[in-house]
């Protein structure tokens, strides 16, 4: 348990991890160098050493094409492969002959050969050699030299050598190059280890500078981090600096900026709509107060100060009561899920909502204007809501007899309710749409409603996915509200 909490509360900062993980990034990219570099190398190496021994091999190789030095050194073979025959004078002549065609043939010192010949008997004559304890190996194919190594073939050390065995007329001419004395060789062996320890110093150097150069780049993210922190609500217009880099940072910088105006935009809605809430309530409740206080002194034998209390008390707690229900209503709107659509035929649905109205307000004179076919992709029982606000607006705010028109396009899938009532003056359009914002002609709560209507109905109408938006001349021209659908709720 301890390990566990103390494993946990290691913290490494961002610029650490970036070091360590550059710092890695090197390491990986030095060892994979190294090997590659390593093996092109020895590959060149290897490649250089083979077309040296096969020319080198060729010379010795022309020097016994001769037919009479090829019948001697026959003649001497036959002799040295019968051990009862063989003599010391013939093996010396045998290696004097070699000896001397080699070293016409003017190859390096370096360079290990052997000359033998195969009887019939499948046994190898060994004819002339300048390293007599090589061993004789198998010809070579495609005269390409190969690699052969033997472990602990010497009693202080491994037999490795690249060799080539080409046959020469009735003989047999191998050359060979010891891998192990060669210096570069060596080197390209050594190679990895050195290279790994210069990388340490070079680990250290990419680390620390990967760090100085990480905490740089990462000073305006700590900037962020604590103009944030010093932001509250009290401080909601103060700013992050950005920096003038051009980069992820100064868009970071400018996407945290944005986030705070807009909470300070909504933190300012929701202390106005605290506000005006709270006026709201002010009015009826002292309303209500004041006539329980009539009542209590001479309600009791005033038979006409206990009928107009009771009227006004109970006007003003409907009024509360509606007041209560439509913020209700506006905050459950706010949180619904998207709502299930389904294919409603446009002309059906006003049709119905115009004549409910009827029978509340038979005085109020409609009009529709939508084809017969015209259909929408939408949620009936929520549009149906929305047109019952906007009507009722249109009624409320229209001198008697009130004259609504309902309009549908097909072409731009828009819905409009249109009036030729009071209108909305230029300077409020903007802000009609907000909670509890009403017109300074129709403040009063007593004639102006409660506010929310419209801002119940944006809700509903962002729920649907589609936009509201009002249009009025000026006061006194009427005025249109229209429901805009997306192109996928399309009509048929």
């Known amino acids: 348990m301890f390990k566990r909490l103390k494993r946990k509360d290691i913290r490494l900062s961002i610029s650490t991890r970036i070091a360590l993980i550059f710092c890695l990034l090197t390491f990986l990219i030095v060892s994979i160098s190294t090997y590659l570099i390593t093996n092109i190398l020895k590959t060149t190496v290897l490649a250089q050493k083979s077309d040296e021994l096969i020319e080198n091999t060729k010379r010795i190789s022309a020097e016994f094409k001769d037919y009479d030095i090829q019948s001697e ?3 001497l073979a036959i002799k040295l492969s019968d051990e009862k025959s063989a003599r010391w004078q013939d093996r010396q002549n045998s290696y004097d002959i070699v000896d001397r065609l080699v070293r016409q043939a003017r190859i390096p010192y370096y360079i290990s050969y052997t000359v033998y010949f195969i009887t019939q008997t499948d046994k190898p004559v060994l004819l002339g050699s300048n390293d007599p ?6 010809l070579s194919d495609d005269m390409q030299p190969e690699r052969h190594f033997e472990k602990s073939y010497y009693t202080d050390g491994d037999l490795n050598i690249l060799y080539l065995s080409i046959p020469s007329g009735s003989l047999n001419i191998q050359t060979s190059l010891n891998m192990e004395v060669d210096s570069i060789d060596k080197l390209l062996t050594k190679l990895p280890i050195v290279m790994l320890f210069f990388a340490i110093p070079l680990l250290i150097i990419s680390f620390l500078m990967a760090k100085f150069l990480s905490s740089r780049m990462l000073r305006p993210v700590a900037d962020i981090t604590r ?3 010093e932001i509250s609500a009290s401080q909601l217009d103060k700013r992050i600096p950005e920096p003038n880099s051009k980069d992820e940072l100064q868009e970071l910088a400018k996407t945290f900026n944005s986030l705070f105006a807009r909470l300070q935009q909504d933190f300012n809605r929701e202390r106005r709509f605290t506000s005006d ?7 009826p409740l002292a309303v209500l107060l004041g006539h329980l206080d009539l009542l209590r002194r001479w309600g009791k034998t005033d038979t006409n100060v206990l009928d107009s209390s009771l009227e006004t008390l109970y006007a003003e707690t409907k009024s509360m009561q509606s007041l209560v229900e439509n913020l209700l209503l506006l905050s459950r709107s706010e949180r619904q899920a998207p709502p299930e659509k389904l294919l409603v035929k446009i002309s059906f649905m006003l049709n119905k909502i115009v004549n409910d109205f009827k029978l509340v307000s038979p005085e109020v004179q409609f009009s ?6 015209a259909v929408l992709f939408t ?16 009624i409320f705010y229209s001198p008697a007899p009130a004259q609504i028109t309902l309009t549908f396009e097909p072409e731009t899938n828009a819905l409009s309710v249109s009036d030729k009532g009071n209108g909305i003056a230029e300077k409020d359009l903007p802000h009609i749409f907000e909670r509890l914002y009403r017109t300074d002609e129709s403040r009063n709560h007593r004639t102006g409603g409660s506010g929310l209507g419209l801002a119940i109905a944006q809700t509903l109408t962002k729920n649907l996915g589609a936009t509201i938006s009002a249009k009025s001349e000026g006061l006194g021209k009427g005025t249109t509200m229209t429901i805009r659908f997306s192109k996928e709720s399309g009509t048929i």
């Open 379 to 394: 949620n009936p029982d929520i549009l149906t809501q929305i047109l019952r606000i906007l009507i009722t607006n249109s």
């Open 227 to 229: 103009t944030a922190n």
């Open 277 to 283: 809430v709270s006026h709201e309530l002010r009015t």
């Open 73 to 75: 050194l026959i003649t």
């Open 368 to 373: 529709i204007e939508c084809p017969q076919d």
């Open 133 to 138: 304890y090589l061993p004789v190996l198998p």
